[in-house]
Nanobody
Framework: QAQLVESGGGSVQPGGSLRLSCAAS????????MGWYRQAPGKERELVAV???????NIADSVKGRFTISRDNAKKTVYLQMNALRSEDTAVYYC???????????WGRGTQVTVSS
């Protein structure tokens, strides 16, 4: 069964940095997008960044220039480097794998990121 394991969340002051990691296992398809979504209290889940199976990168305007996404296909891992964090970045961050062939989604359990002074 496919599983995503996230790590790297935590608390940081405004202007600080965090790096999230997400390792996939049991994904039986060769082609899949890997990305990160986030959900703040009282808000809908939103896309943060994604790297497609074809290595195209899509990053939300709200984090462009501050966040960087990358993936290591050999390790089946996606990373989110978050710099210059702001209080509005506080949310639960979810790792996502989207299977290209079936359009199905796999979600991680989420990791909390809190930006506060």
């Amino acid at each position: 069964q496919a599983q995503l394991v996230e790590s790297g969340g935590g608390s940081v002051q405004p202007g600080g940095s965090l790096r999230l990691s997400c390792a996939a296992s049991g994904v039986m398809y060769r082609l899949y997008d890997m990305g990160w979504y986030r959900q703040a209290p009282g808000k809908e889940r939103e896309l943060v960044a994604v790297v497609t199976a074809g290595d195209e990168v899509n990053i939300a305007d709200s984090v462009k220039g501050r966040f960087t996404i990358s993936r290591d296909n050999a390790k089946k891992t996606v990373y989110l480097q978050m710099n210059a964090l702001r209080s509005e970045d506080t949310a639960v961050y979810y790792c996502n794998v989207r299977i290209v062939a079936t359009y199905s989604n796999i979600w991680g359990r989420g990791t909390q990121v809190t930006v506060s002074s």
